[in-house]
């Protein structure tokens, strides 16, 4: 997995019970990205704030691993592994 850091925009939808939080697609560097399916959750900190993580494929089968910090709420793109 190529590691990244970088901002990107996501769209996310919450559960009914409006815990759980799921990026369904994401834009990087000016080009959208339709996420197809999660295949791992987890949480961590930075510091006192709780960090998000997903590793999520999307249509062509490439794996991305996006993070939301909850307190700055702030989306980013962690890394990339491309199917060749």
């Known amino acids: ?46 510091g006192q704030a709780r960090v998000h993580h997903f590793s999520v494929l999307d249509e062509q089968g490439n794996c991305y691993e996006l993070t939301y910090h909850a307190e700055t709420m702030v989306w980013r793109l962690a890394g990339v592994q491309e199917v060749t």
């Open 1 to 46: 997995m190529t590691e990244l850091n970088d901002v990107v925009q996501v769209g996310a939808v919450f559960g009914r019970d409006g815990k759980k939080l799921q990026p369904v697609w994401f834009a990087w560097r000016g080009r959208p990205y339709r996420l197809t399916r999660a295949t791992y959750a987890w949480s961590g900190r930075d």
